[in-house]
């Protein structure tokens, strides 16, 4: 046990000690209950290696200080260019697949035609 979590504990009992004297028993105990179970949380939980203590002090910070929203726009040249599109080349009427010879062939017919 540290010492932060030493004193986590002894100010609980401090403040229960005093509340016992101004409150009625009944909701004495209840309150004590519930400031030593706050107490025991603080002093020994943690969630993801993290202290509560640290977490719940982060969250106040966030959503108590102010935020800087930036977003960096970025430069566009003035005045505008027009974007330049290609044209889409219509499919002419016909078979789609066409059967083309071979480079394999066209060397054959060349080289037969003039040996002959």
Excluded: H
């Excluded at 504990?9 to 509340?19: D, N, P, R, T, Y």
């Excluded at 909701?27 to 030593?36: C, K, M, Q, R, T």
């Excluded at 935020?67 to 599109?85: A, H, L, Q, V």
């Amino acid at each position: 046990m540290s010492f932060k979590q030493f004193f986590y504990l002894v100010g609980a009992g401090l403040i229960c000690f005093f509340l016992y004297f101004i409150l009625p028993r009944v909701l004495f105990f209840i309150v004590s209950a519930i400031i030593f179970l706050a107490a025991i949380v603080l002093a020994f939980g943690t969630m993801g290696g993290t202290p509560i203590l640290n977490i719940i002090l982060g969250s106040i910070g966030f959503s108590m200080g102010g935020k800087d929203y930036t977003w960096k726009k970025k430069e566009s040249p003035y005045p505008f260019k027009p974007i330049k599109r290609t044209q889409i080349k219509k499919i002419e009427q016909g078979p789609v697949l066409q059967a083309q010879t071979s480079q394999l062939k066209r060397t054959r017919t060349a080289i037969e035609m003039r040996t002959k």
